[in-house]
Each structure stands twice: as C-alpha cells, then as structure tokens.
C-alpha cells in the first residue's frame, strides 16, 4: 500500500489565492522531506527541502516567500504556494528522506 | 543547468524487444545512481538503483550497466511488455547521510512506447 500520501491530488484556484498541498508519511516517520515540481512534459526538479522542527533549506531560483513549506511533525510536511499565478500550475511531488525513496502521488495545481 | 543528460528523449519499441536508455553525469560527487518509472498523473516509482562499486545490476527484467571511467549509466528492459510503456527517468545523488537519500538531481526523461 501508499506509503506517502498526498492531499489534494488535484487543485484549481484563481490568481493570486494560495494553496495548501499536504504530504503525510504513513508508516514511518520522516524527519526529511524533499518537496519536487514538474512541469508538463518535464523533468521533476528539486525545489525544497524540509526538515522537522527546523526551517526548509531552497533550491537555487525558488522563492522561499512564495513556496512556504512546514515540517511540524514527523508525519506531515506542507507546502503553501502563496499568491499563486498561472506559471505556477504543476506537479508538486513530495519525498521522504530514506532510502526506500518513496514518492507521493503527486498535486496537479492549475492556476487559473 | 541539468548535471544529468538522458537520451533518447522518446523510443518505441516491439513487444519482446529491448529497450536501452542512456545516461551521463559529470559530478564525479554522485554516489548512487537510481531508475525510476512514472505513469501519467502518479509520482514516480524506483525500479532499480546502483552504486559506483560494482558494473551491473540486474533485477528481473531490469539491468543497469555502469561505467565510472566514462561518467554513464544505462538502463536495459529485456522483455519489453506494453505495460512497460512510461517515462522512465535516471537519476543522480550523493549520498552523505540518511537524510539525503533521496536529495535528486534527475535526467530529463525518457517516453517508453512498447508496441503490441
């Protein structure tokens, strides 16, 4: 079964609003998370990566106040796109650090 | 800038037949090399992964092929089967800690077409 769940699979919002994407690890705790976008047709690139209890490290070229990102638990890490716009429709995809190298389902967003 | 380059973009192949994609890096940091396949609309899955210390690694239908002089890697599917028709991405990392397993850098991707 799913070992990393992601919430929601899908979203559409309007311009400007923000969204929440959610990444539980079902069965194990992670103290890591590797949050990744892919854009249609492309490749996945690492945008973040979040830690519990501490603050996420970001990836050359993401904005860390536009991408907010939560490791609160051990269980949960959460990406917030904050004043979304239409380039920021994609594919988040989260990754728990270990080497089982889980990944999510996915979050399509559209942003319309 | 991608530090791993995968090729072909796309291939069709024959049910039966085998299908072969390359990859190659220049980070000589990169420790583990792992192959992941994706669905449309999923997130990817691991099928198979290697590290510098040995050439070959077979696991079913899957073999990957390793050459540290060169900087390559490549991916075999023997067999290939219709439901192997995915994107298939190779992937690069450096391992320091449990908690970088999994910190990738990924090749651009390959469409894998097998045809009945």
């Known amino acids: 079964g799913a070992v990393v769940s992601q919430h929601p699979s899908w979203v559409i919002c309007k311009s400007g609003t923000s969204v929440k994407i959610e990444c539980r690890s079902l069965?194990?705790?992670?103290?890591?998370m590797f949050w990744y976008r892919q854009f249609p047709k492309q490749s996945l690139m690492l945008m973040a990566t979040?830690?519990?209890?501490?603050?996420?490290?970001?990836e050359q070229g993401v904005e860390k106040d536009k991408f907010l990102i939560n490791h609160a638990s051990l269980t949960l890490s959460t990406l917030t796109v904050t004043s979304a716009h239409p380039e920021d429709s994609s594919f988040y995809i989260c990754?728990?650090?270990?080497?089982?190298?889980?990944f999510g389902p996915g979050t399509r967003l559209l942003v319309l | 800038q991608q530090q791993v380059k995968q090729s072909p973009q796309s291939l069709i192949v024959q049910k039966g037949g085998i299908s072969i994609i390359n990859c190659a890096y220049e980070?000589?940091?990169?420790?583990?090399f792992p192959w992941y396949q994706q669905f449309p609309g999923k997130g990817p899955a691991l099928l198979i992964a290697?590290?510098?210390?040995?050439s070959e690694k077979k696991e079913g239908r899957f073999t990957i092929s390793f050459n540290k002089s060169a900087k390559q890697f490549s991916l075999h599917i023997m067999d290939s089967q219709p439901g192997d028709s995915a994107t298939y991405f190779c992937?690069?990392?450096?391992?320091?800690?449990?908690?970088?397993?999994?910190?990738?850098?990924f090749g651009a991707g390959t469409q894998v077409v097998v045809t009945p």
């Open positions: 990754s728990p650090a270990g080497e089982t190298q889980y």
């Open positions: 069965d194990f705790q992670a103290t890591t």
């Open positions: 979040s830690n519990e209890g501490s603050k996420a490290t970001y």
């Open positions: 980070n000589t940091a990169f420790d583990y």
């Open positions: 290697i590290r510098p210390d040995v």
């Open positions: 992937a690069a990392s450096v391992i320091e800690t449990t908690d970088s397993w999994g910190k990738l850098q």
